[in-house]
């Protein structure tokens, strides 16, 4: 697996909201839940979570949409609606950023995979790591540790 050339830029697909990466992924990561896969319109959402630090909207004012809740803002682009990144209230140490944004997608494979236990039969990743719901919070800084030794 390669690592990004930072800084990553990238659009939503009207261009109208730009974002760009300046610290490189710490994980990334499938997602089979039914709510990823509506919001997607796929079998699976690709997420690359980012340090927070390393994260910014460069053009474009995002806004909320997708599930509208308590602990999740799914960030969207206000024009074509594509969905950008999401933000974890309560955890600012980073941001889920969908990577298919990005001008080169090319580094991006999934390291783990989530939601198992609700993925369509025919949807296979190549990830790593699979867990049938999310990964108890205490493995967290195992599979870090693991997605960094795996890109040097």
Sequence with gaps: MSAPKLPLAGACRCGDLGIEITAAPF????????????MSASAFSLTAMVPAA???VTRGEPVVGGVRGPTLRHMFC?????????????????VNVR??????????????????AEKLPWAHV???????????PSQYDELTAAYAAAHG
Excluded: N, Q
Excluded at 78 to 94: L, M, N, Q, S
Excluded at 99 to 116: H, Q
């Design 27 to 38: 994980l990334t990561a499938a997602c089979h839940c039914a709510g990823c896969r509506k």
């Design 54 to 56: 390393g994260f910014a």
């Design 78 to 94: 206000p024009d074509c609606k594509t969905w950008a990144y999401t933000r974890i209230v309560g955890v600012e140490a980073f």
């Design 99 to 116: 990577p298919t944004m990005f001008e080169d997608t090319a580094w991006f494979i999934p390291f783990i995979e989530t939601c198992t």
């Design 126 to 136: 190549p990830a790593r790591y699979s867990f049938d719901a999310f990964p108890d």
